[in-house]
């Protein structure tokens, strides 16, 4: 393996419309989203799929589905997102961080 192959970066994913979190009754059902990276330029959708229990101040759960390099064609990501602090967090390592405190 060629030692100075470039590691993509990670990319943090936020909703186009900013957005602290989203609750069971406060939340929509597509959202926009884009990159810290580059936010002003769209880069696919998030797709309310659920909610992290039925009570008002629980999370909306979400898929992340994010363009491919041709506009065309989509990538959805693995896992299940949150919003928390306006970014999307993986829900599973949220939930494991949420019964540590």
């Given at each position: 393996m060629d ?31 884009t ?11 998030a ?7 039925n ?8 898929r992340?589905?994010?363009?491919g ?11 299940f997102?949150?919003i ?18």
């Amino acid at each position: 393996m060629d030692k100075h192959q470039l590691v993509p970066m990670q990319q943090i994913y936020v909703p186009v419309i900013a957005t602290v979190s989203a609750t069971l009754r406060h939340s929509l059902r597509k959202l926009e989203i884009t990159t810290t990276h580059m936010p002003e330029q769209i880069c696919g959708i998030a797709q309310r799929i659920g909610y992290t229990g039925n009570q008002r101040q629980d999370l909306a759960i979400y898929r992340l589905k994010v363009k491919g390099k041709r506009s065309f064609s989509s990538i959805t990501l693995p896992g299940f997102y949150i919003i928390e602090n306006g970014v999307f967090v993986d829900y599973e390592q949220w939930q494991r961080n949420t019964e540590d405190k």
